[in-house]
């Protein structure tokens, strides 16, 4: 499997700019990878751009993207809702394949959902919308997943809990996170894809993260990872 | 909310009515222009049943016409939502249409009907149609994109549940214009009956018309309006009953 994207160029019409200019990249393994960049640096254009997600996109794009053998291929982001007429398990029960649902189980006790469940979508906090939408997600048939700000408003810790526990789960997908914490991109996420502004030659840099899986130490610390960032950004 | 619209309407009448009397006392018109106070009350206790069961009658045209409206709007935007040929012409067709005053039609509808209950139905349900599809038409054409998107991008989305999702964010804005569409309907109905009809409301202040009866006049319109008050109020009452049921 592989991700890949050659001389990419983007401009939405009526822009005079375009979001993304001569980007190319390959991501060879699956594995959770992240976008990372200055907020309005292109990130979500390009999630959308390589997910499918940007109706007529032929006609204000050009370059060329790679998905290999891969054939479903998902956006979520944070500010996602569920329908207001019943109750979270209704939802999740009728989305989730049959033979998900043990694994939907699964992940609603990994993610400390289990009390958020007879509720209504609308009366959950923040942190507890954004970990519901990406439960849903995950009980679906996916090659690759965008993650977009899919963990906002979630403490550290949880944070930290899900995403390794997404690392053990789906091991054989492509994930790509996009977020802005720096630290959690540096120790997590195995390379990361940095979006620079558009005047910028080469606008996207690729850093090898620390793809930190739990209790195993890392090769390196993560404030390396995270200098490197920076100066790429 | 139904006592709300009660109290609104009563203001407004006993503002107006107290606005004619200071019309009639400092101007010193004549009880032939506008009746006294005493006449007015005579009036009103001599004919309030009678107009009672004429508004009663008027009302059950505008509700089956505003019923037969929703229905119809329902289906037309549903089918004008897509941004499809179809779509686009259903749309153009019916913001075009809507511009033009249909109660100007009402002659050649009660040429080819004739005076009866149909003819004003058709009229009732002609008035408040418009303004239902247009709303409907807006809501049902407008995603809502942060809901739709899961279901749209793992192939889920099927038109009732695209339906439904529009529906349920926007059903304060429907029951809104739903209420709103009954005195449309209401309207339509009496208008009709001025014009040609032989019973009804409008067919009595017709009469009352004729007599130059200002104080009959002035006693239908009390029973128009809180008659209309109180079903407004009772439309409202069920859109809220529906949204508490449909959210738990």
């Known amino acids: 499997m592989l991700l890949s994207c050659h001389n990419l160029t983007l401009k939405y019409p009526h822009n005079s700019r375009p979001v993304l200019d001569n980007l190319s990249f390959k991501i060879t393994k699956p594995g959770l990878h992240a976008l990372f960049g200055h907020s309005g640096a292109g990130k979500t254009s390009l999630a959308r751009l390589i997910t499918g997600e940007l109706p007529d996109s032929d006609k204000f794009s050009s370059g060329e993207i790679k998905i290999g053998n891969m054939k479903t291929l998902l956006y979520s982001y944070n500010t996602e809702r569920l329908p207001g007429w019943s109750a979270i398990s209704h939802h999740l029960d009728k989305i989730t394949p049959a033979s998900r649902k043990t694994q939907k189980d699964d992940l609603i006790t990994l993610f400390g959902l289990e009390t958020c469940m007879d509720q209504p979508f609308n009366r959950l906090s923040l942190g507890q919308k954004n970990r519901i939408n990406l439960v849903r997600y995950l009980v679906q048939d996916f090659d690759l997943l965008v993650m977009d700000e899919s963990l906002a408003n979630v403490d550290e810790r949880t944070r930290e809990k899900i995403i390794l526990n997404i690392k053990t789960l789906y091991p054989d997908r492509f994930l790509l996170y996009i977020s802005h914490n720096l630290l959690e991109v540096a120790k997590f996420c195995d390379q990361i894809i940095v979006l620079r502004a558009v005047t910028r030659q080469p ?17 390196q610390p993560p404030e390396r ?7 790429a950004a | 909310m139904l006592l709300r619209r009660i109290y609104q309407f009563l203001i407004i009448y006993c503002t107006g009515i107290a606005l004619l009397f200071l019309l009639k006392y400092g101007l010193q018109l004549s009880d032939y222009v506008i009746p006294s106070p005493s006449e007015l009350w005579q009036t009103g206790c001599t004919e309030f049943v009678r107009y009672c069961k004429d508004v009663a009658d008027t009302l059950s045209v ?11 709007a ?12 179809v779509g686009s012409i259903v749309k153009v067709a019916a913001y075009n249409v809507q511009a033009y005053p249909i109660v100007a039609l009402a002659p050649i509808i009660f040429i080819l009907l004739g005076d009866g209950f149909l003819a004003r139905l058709l009229i009732a349900a002609m008035i408040c149609y418009f303004p239902i599809l247009l709303s409907v038409i807006g809501v049902m054409s407008e995603p809502v994109v942060d809901i739709e998107h899961f279901y749209r991008c793992t192939g889920r989305l099927r038109w009732q549940l695209e339906v439904k999702i529009r529906a349920f964010e926007n059903l304060n804005k429907l029951t809104t214009v739903i209420a709103g569409s009954a ?8 208008v009709a ?4 009809a032989n019973a009804g409301i409008g067919y009595s202040i017709r009469i009352a018309l004729y007599q130059s ?3 009959r006049i002035l006693s239908a319109l009390f029973v128009i309006g809180i008659t209309l008050s109180v079903y407004q109020g009772l439309l409202e009452w069920a859109g809220a009953l529906i949204k508490k049921g449909w959210e738990t």
């Open chain 1, 225 to 231: 990872t995270m200098l490197e960032l920076m100066n």
């Open chain 1, 203 to 219: 606008q996207c840099i690729v850093v090898r993260g620390q793809d930190h899986r739990g209790r195993q130490s890392a090769a």
């Open chain 2, 74 to 85: 329902f289906i037309v935007g549903i089918v004008g939502r897509k941004a499809t040929w």
């Open chain 2, 213 to 215: 009866d200002l104080a």
């Open chain 2, 183 to 190: 005195t449309l309907a209401m309207a339509g109905t009496i």
């Open chain 2, 62 to 72: 505008a509700v089956i016409g505003q019923i037969i409206s929703v229905i119809f």
């Open chain 2, 193 to 196: 009956e001025f014009i040609a």
